[in-house]
Structures are given as C-alpha cells and as structure tokens.
C-alpha cells in the first residue's frame, strides 16, 4: 500500500491550494482519511479529518477556510484550502487508516508529504 500526495507550492497570503492523496496496491476498505501538517520545529499536527460516510473534523485554526473531501471509489482524498496566511506554511502529510487484508486488523499508512509555503 502506497499513499502519494501531491499539490503543494509556493502561494501568496490569500491565495489557495488544492491537495491531493492516491491511495494505493492492496486494499479491502479505507476507514478515515486525514491531512496532517508539520512546521519546522513543531510536532505533527491533525489539520482534518474525513469518515468513510464522510463525517469531518478540522482543526479550529482551518475552520472555515479549508474543506476536506474523498472519493471513495478512487481512494483519494482531498484538502481544498482557500485564504491561506502564513501560519498555514508546513509540510503537509496525508493519512489513512485501511485494511489491505481482510484477516488482518487495519492499520495508519502516510503519505510522503508535501510542502506548502505561503508568502506574506
């Protein structure tokens, strides 16, 4: 199983950035699906988070400026994020807790991550 995100870059405060996050090889069914970020120096955060029945949670600092979605029958997920500031700078890595066996218990996979940089 492999999760490969894509989408990052250089922006402008404001601007706005789609993400991408392909799941894929083996897999049986995918549970939640998240995006994380991590700034230089800090601790790897939930940014959101999506249910396979498409229940979402994001962190209160994205709120309403960011929306996460999926397609279930591609095995992606999305991170649509509009007005972004600075603070917002971070790699960004997707997750997702799937099944690649139907034996085995599910497990977390990540993505590799990718950079986003917003300008001020």
């Known amino acids: 199983v492999q999760l490969q995100a894509s989408g990052g870059g250089l922006v402008q405060a404001g601007g706005s950035l789609r993400l991408s996050c392909v799941a894929s090889g083996t897999i049986v069914n995918i549970n939640n699906m998240g995006w994380y970020r991590q700034a230089p120096g800090k601790q790897r955060d939930l940014v959101a988070i999506i249910s396979a029945a498409g229940t979402t949670n994001y962190a209160d600092s994205v709120k309403g400026r960011f929306t996460i979605s999926r397609d279930n029958a591609k095995n992606i997920v999305y991170l649509q994020m509009n007005n972004l500031k600075s603070e917002d700078t971070a790699v960004y890595y997707c997750?997702?807790?799937?099944?690649?066996?139907?034996?085995?218990?599910?497990?977390?996979?990540w993505g590799q991550g990718t950079q986003v940089t917003v300008s001020s």
């Open positions: 997750k997702a807790n799937l099944k690649s066996n139907p034996i085995f218990r599910p497990n977390d996979y």
